[in-house]
């Protein structure tokens, strides 16, 4: 890995050579660094990495005034992401950009808080290359581990491997090993999956867990709540019926980053459903389950259910059962 970004002169002189007409970079200009469009060769060396310039906006000014044309931009991680997200909403033109990408010094990562962070312990570039190795999209990651998992943050509607991101908007967003299940980690097997596929080097064997001491502006405190054990009131069916499901598993049905992308199924078929009921204060005031209040959230999470619900499936027939509608504030 270029780590002092020697790659950028070169790569930029390229694209120049390629018919580029102009690389979008930073350039110290009487004493103020600033952007700066490099149309020669025997400028780039005078590339400046640091400080930090968004360029998203700057691009996108730059391509809508001078239509047709194509620049290079040397760009940092989050830029370059930034201008991605452009291409997707197609605000621009992907053909008419190119990345030189910046390699950021652990001190920019610390100032910029990156959520993807290239210096140890971790090395992880967020590149996602042992994710998208196949250009033809024909295997995924997880085929690099043979072992089979179910996924917790799925509530067990969906798998995952021993070597895996534990949810979606994990911080910073990198892989970790299940020690627990890990074949090279329990010394079950010399398993070398992940370690073969990291292109990166970013796959530590020798890692043991330890706490770290950090300096912090503010803390959030979350006691959080504990959830009732549907199990408990056996008549309901959870447990016996496939599609009779808790509100955290229904929640992660519905969710775009769930097993099922958002798509409304039945667990026992995998069929749209015609009608859905909620069944409201299972174990509420209950004191044989020991619970003699009402939790307060659950006439909220449930019309917000039923109402994405219908979103997803405009002719399904929703139903609410309950004992006391009780809703509170948001």
Partial sequence: MDTNNTHIPSQAAELLTNGYDGVVGLRNRWGHVGPYIFTRKDELGEVIVEPRYPMAMLVRNLLKAEHGKKFGVVARGCDIRAIKE???????DAESVAFVGVVCSEEQAAECNCEKPIYEPTKCTGCWECVEKCPEDAIEISSCCPIVLPNEFDEGLASRRAIYV????????TYLRDAAHCLKLTDKLDCKGCSNICKAEAVIHDDQSRQEEIEVGAIVVVPGFERFLAKQKYDFGYSRYPDVVSSVEFERILSASGPFAGHVKRLSDGKEPEKI???QCIGSRDITCRNGYCSSVCCMYAIKEAVIAKEHLKEVDVTIFFMDLRAFGK
């Fill in 86 to 92: 452009l291409i997707e909403d197609n605000l621009l």
């Fill in 166 to 173: 534990p949810y979606p908007q994990a911080v910073p967003r």
């Fill in 277 to 279: 009921a909620f069944l």
